[in-house]
């Protein structure tokens, strides 16, 4: 799942313990102006370990590690790399250098995706692929098949935060995994999308729900992209549906009235799913599936480890696991517990450790999957928690989900609904469960 950290470490003599390293091995020196003032020379000089770069410049330290291809002894980075060995990766890597103990050390740079397979349609996807969320895809001219989205900043330059990448893994690597393998990968520069998953230093990468997180987050950006299928035979189709697989047609939704692309794409996968062809719904599927396969192995019997110690987990390339990660941190089962206002079950909102309180009520990561995984539900919850939204769009939050979050926040909070009927009329109080145990079929929780 992680593919590549950059990582800068500011402390002079942290800096220096690290360059001394006994298997750093040198690798290149470059001089170059200034572009500030064209008279100062700035002097960037390179060691490496195992194609792992450590640049040195003035006043800090990069360290440019791609740690997919690491584990892959820097073949290539299309096969799957499950978190068990992730974490044993950066695990050694850390120990090795002394980063966890380091305290100037800042992680400034992160990529991670999920390699899956679509038959022999996968370069077609590519192509046929136009829009994360309103962000046009632009074609990647260092590799074939490959496409890039990004929002813009004022300067016209590209905006870090969040970066998508798509492409066909199997045309990059023909010799390292099947011809119809693709990659969806989000890569940021910025602290601020790094702290949203959890990360705030690098020892957060040793934890297994920074992971969950990544999960849910490709997940998402899958849900969001737009693909106009071009495969779909048009010869039944009317020309408003044709309409449909035109670029120029989005062109103009963009520019059309405010949520016309939204309401658009919500028209076109109703059409989509009405013919039985669409390729949004196989790609989530796919993806959900594969991401879950990244996760195994957390079930495995051992003995007793010190709890609470990940550092001390033998994780080695082909070693044997001794004992599960979940087992040494110790997470809850939310499968038992439901929420206290819909009676759905929380275990989508874990993991959390032992002894962290319960959510009461379910949260955007139970909403997100049932909105990829279980429509029908969702769509069933959206109506009971926001009846008047004809159009499934919130006035003044940012997203539908934020809208769900904060009814079910105020349905549990307030046992009594703020707006009154009628002037000094008795306010009626909710139905603790908003009548959707019977609409479920399930039982109270006890």
Known sequence: M?????????????????????????YDHQERLSHIDYQTI???????????????????LEILFSVHRFYNDNLHNANDFKVIDCIGVLRDFFTKFGLLTMQSVKLVGLEYGINFRMGSYAPKIIQHTEYWKRTKFLADDELGYSKKSFTIKNNGRANGYKIIKWYSKGVQFPKY???????????????????????????????????????????????EILILDQTIEKKSLTESERDYLNPYTWINFINGYRNQFNREKEKYFEFLNKIGQNVHTTIRNKINEKVSELFENYLEIGADLPP??????????????????????????????????????????????????????IRSKTLRYLQINDPHTFERLRMDLIPNNKHSRPKFERSLITHMCKQLRNRFHNSIRIKQ????????????QLNLYQAFGLEHAS
Not at 3 to 26: A, C, G, R
Not at 47 to 60: A, G
């Open 42 to 60: 700035i002097v960037k000089e390179t060691k490496e370990f195992n194609k792992v770069l450590f640049c040195k410049h003035k006043r800090k």
């Open 177 to 223: 995994c099947h011809k119809d393998t693709i990659r969806l990968e989000i890569k940021t520069r910025q602290a601020q999308y790094l702290k949203k998953i959890g990360i705030t230093a690098i020892n957060d990468l040793l934890k297994l729900e920074v992971y969950y997180e990544m999960k849910e987050e490709i997940l998402l950006t899958a849900s």
């Open 2 to 26: 992680l593919d590549f950290l950059k990582i800068i470490v500011f402390d002079k003599d942290e800096v220096q313990n690290i360059w001394n390293h006994p298997d750093l091995v040198w």
């Open 421 to 432: 009927k009628g002037y000094n009329k008795p306010k009626p109080k909710f139905n603790e």
């Open 308 to 361: 609470q110690n990940l550092a001390s987990i033998s994780t080695a390339k082909g070693a044997d696991l001794p004992v599960c990660i979940k087992q040494v941190c110790t997470f809850t089962d939310l499968s038992k517990y439901r929420c206290k206002v819909t009676g759905l079950i929380l275990e989508n909102e874990g993991p959390i450790k032992e002894g962290e309180r319960v959510p009461n009520y």
